[in-house]
Nanobody
Framework: QVQLVESGGGLVQAGGSLRLSCAAS????????MGWYRQAPGKQRELVAT???????NYAESVKGRFTISRDNAKITVYLQMNSLKPEDTAVYYC??????????????WGQGTQVTVSS
């Protein structure tokens, strides 16, 4: 199976920046869209940003203009550059990938999450 490992989370003051990374490894027929989600305590997981294998991006309205998603297809790694961070960005951030398995079954892979805490 494909495994996703996030890194780069931490504590930052409001207005600061962080860069999250998510590296994929394992066996798959293909890895298509990748993205970032986040989940604050007691709340549902929400989409932050997605990126296709061709580089097309999509962002939640709340992060547009502040966050940038990118990917390195050679390394099968997706990044999330977060600027102008706000306290409401505090959450556990999860990497996601749409996987096409060798048997052509499609499923979602998730990382273990990385904590982002923004102080006011």
């Amino acid at each position: 199976q494909v495994q996703l490992v996030e890194s780069g989370g931490g504590l930052v003051q409001a207005g600061g920046s962080l860069r999250l990374s998510c590296a994929a490894s394992g066996i798959a027929f293909s890895i298509n869209a990748m993205g970032w989600y986040r989940q604050a305590p007691g709340k549902q997981r929400e989409l932050v940003a997605t990126i296709t294998s061709g580089g097309s991006t999509n962002y939640a309205e709340s992060v547009k203009g502040r966050f940038t998603i990118s990917r390195d297809n050679a390394k099968i790694t997706v990044y999330l550059q977060m600027n102008s961070l706000k306290p409401e960005d505090t959450a556990v951030y999860y990497c996601n990938a749409v996987i096409i398995a060798v048997n052509r079954y499609e499923y979602d892979a998730w990382g273990q999450g990385t904590q982002v805490t923004v102080s006011s």
